[in-house]
């Protein structure tokens, strides 16, 4: 008997196919708040508008800052690396060339006041956006509108946060198109072309590759696989955001969990050979994947470096790892609000 299998027999095989699921993932599972931070005021949600004719509604001008606030052990909230978060936003703020007056600590103010008036004690996703409220054409540069949004959200276990994704067929975008390194809106159309189309086809998520054909990262968040025991992760130049999250767990991994870590170019290819993959930034954290195309990432769980690496991060951000104190804003000023 033979052992050589057909062309059309080959055409036959297929691979298993993941179970249909929610397209919401649960750290997409926030509850709306009731009052916004606006140009210095606490107004009810209704009230947080802009103007139609504003140049933020009509091409898309506007930075942001996604951050996360996490409520520790001891009863007392943070927000987790502020100083890094602000830091971005001012870089988008240059790049983008929006005329702001707002100082840092106006905009940690817009954060805290979010956060307390909607009297928040666990975790939440904060927003911090600047639009440019001005009409005219594109390059109008303000004046701006300061808006804090705080979303209080549950925290869920690693286990629950796994994603099927496909490779999309639309690529990110170059830098010298336009620079993904910072959190443009506009930016967030080449995620939304990726993400739909993963959607029709039955994934939960998609990951870019570049112009190049080199991994970059997903519609909202950067990525990571390990193999052979090493954490790998395309490099800042790859199209990617500067996430501050990324960098927190490739800083966790060489010093805290003793992980070798290389930033270098990654081929499509390496993506159905991982031991381990996932995806990060502030909000999705950790989010395992588990499988690429259909292929499965190691055995189709969450991996054990993930894991490690899961409960290094949550002992930062929930206040037990003491050497990282440094990264924690209070929220409250007692410890027990």
């Not at 840092?104 to 639009?131: C, K, P, T, W, Y």
């Not at 946060?161 to 506009?186: C, Q, Y």
Request: aromatic share 8%; glycine share 8%; with cysteine.
């Amino acid at each position: 008997m033979s052992n050589t299998i057909s062309a059309d027999e080959v055409g036959s095989i297929e691979r298993p196919v993941p179970k249909p699921r929610p397209h919401t993932r649960p750290t997409d599972s926030i509850a709306n708040p009731e009052w916004i931070y606006v140009d210095g005021s606490m107004v009810a949600r209704a009230a947080a508008t802009i103007h139609v004719s504003s140049v933020a509604a009509r091409y898309g001008t506007s930075v942001f800052e996604g951050m996360c606030v996490y409520g520790g052990e001891s009863g007392q909230s943070f927000v987790f690396r502020a100083k890094e978060h602000l830091t971005r936003l001012r870089q988008s703020l240059r790049i983008m060339e929006i005329d702001c007056d707002y100082s840092d600590a106006d905009f940690m103010d817009a954060i805290l006041r979010s956060v307390r008036e909607n009297q928040i004690r666990g975790d939440a996703h904060v927003r911090l956006s600047v639009f440019v409220i001005g009409e005219g054409l594109s390059e109008c540069r303000g004046p701006i509108s300061l808006v804090c949004v705080a979303h209080p959200r549950p925290a869920t276990p690693i286990d629950q946060r796994g994603s099927h994704i496909n490779v999309s067929t639309w690529r990110r975008v170059d830098n010298s198109i336009m620079p993904m390194r910072i959190k443009a809106g506009a930016n967030y159309q080449n995620s939304r072309f990726g993400t739909m189309e993963a959607r029709r086809n039955g994934y939960d998520e998609a990951i870019f590759l570049t112009t190049a054909g080199k991994v970059s990262e997903g519609g909202h968040s950067c990525f990571a696989m390990v193999r052979n025991g090493v954490l790998i992760t395309p490099p800042v130049t790859a199209s990617i955001l500067e996430s501050v999250t990324r960098s927190t767990l490739l800083e966790l991994a060489a010093d805290d969990v003793d992980l070798r870590v290389q930033e270098r170019e990654v081929d499509r290819s390496e993506l159905y050979i991982a031991d381990e993959a996932f995806f990060c930034g502030s909000r999705k954290e950790i989010c395992p994947v588990l499988s690429v195309d259909r292929f499965p990432v190691g055995d189709g769980r969450v991996g054990p470096i993930t894991r490690r690496l899961w409960d290094a991060y949550q002992a930062v951000i929930r206040g037990r790892n003491k050497t990282r104190a440094g990264w924690l804003t209070p929220v409250w000023q007692d410890s027990k609000p």
